[in-house]
T-cell receptor, first 112, second 112 residues
Framework: AQSVTQLGSHVSVSEGALVLLRCNYSSSVPPYLFWYVQYPNQGLQLLLKYTSAATLVKGINGFEAEFKKSETSFHLTKPSAHMSDAAEYFC??????????FGKGTTLSVSS | DARVTQTPRHKVTEMGQEVTMRCQPILGHNTVFWYRQTMMQGLELLAYFRNRAPLDDSGMPKDRFSAEMPDATLATLKIQPSEPRDSAVYFCASQGGPETQYFGPGTRLLVL
């Protein structure tokens, strides 16, 4: 069985500051890991994914995440926050052929 | 630009009425998922299909919910009879390979 824990339901940063959204996973087999972003009243958009290739994964909008097996983590980072990054972010885990298991989500607020 | 489409985008109905939500997956994608999103429960998997066959519907209340894929270009989710606790956003997602799901914009359902 797999599970995902997102630490912090709400993160607030200033524009230009580092963004760090935390995600820890549990999986009995090598996982696929994903970050999705959801803007208000919209569907989920894929930011980036890890599928057992490079452990540092770069995604859209300047985001990246690092898969750390020893820490069972897949934290999402962005060096400099922009106002347009304000949204809800979901970490998810799956294995080949299975559905996604989502975390509870982290709402990112960006202040000027 | 291939996208998952969902109709209707919004639905307001009265308790006891039948609700039908439709999803058109990305052409060529053979796996379709239905998720429900609420403030309390977050994103929950309801059911999913591969090559039109149901693989898992354990997340769906069987007495009132049903999901089908009449053909490869249409997935439906029905609620009969609807209840206020069914108020949520229902997302469809499609997947063409082993990894990435692409989400539709969702159907926002309000049952009065």
């Amino acid at each position: 069985a797999q599970s995902v824990t997102q630490l912090g339901s709400h993160v607030s940063v200033s524009e230009g500051a580092l963004v760090l959204l935390r995600c820890n996973y549990s999986s009995s087999v090598p996982p696929y890991l994903f970050w999705y972003v959801q803007y208000p009243n919209q569907g989920l958009q894929l930011l980036l994914k890890y599928t057992s290739a490079a452990t540092l994964v770069k995604g859209i909008n300047g985001f990246e995440a690092e898969f750390k097996k020893s820490e069972t983590s897949f934290h999402l980072t962005k060096p400099s926050a922009h106002m347009s990054d304000a949204a809800e972010y979901f970490c998810a885990v799956s294995t080949p052929g299975t559905a996604l298991i989502f975390g509870k989500g982290t709402t990112l607020s960006v202040s000027s | 630009d291939a996208r998952v489409t969902q109709t209707p985008r919004h639905k307001v109905t009265e308790m006891g009425q039948e609700v039908t939500m439709r999803c058109q997956p990305i052409l060529g994608h053979n796996t379709v998922f239905w998720y429900r999103q609420t403030m309390m429960q977050g994103l929950e998997l309801l059911a999913y299909f591969r090559n039109r066959a149901p693989l898992d519907d354990s997340g769906m209340p069987k007495d009132r919910f049903s999901a089908e894929m009449p053909d490869a270009t249409l997935a439906t989710l029905k609620i009969q009879p609807s209840e206020p606790r069914d108020s949520a956003v229902y997302f469809c997602a499609s997947q063409g390979g082993p990894e990435t799901q692409y989400f539709g914009p969702g159907t926002r359902l309000l049952v009065l």
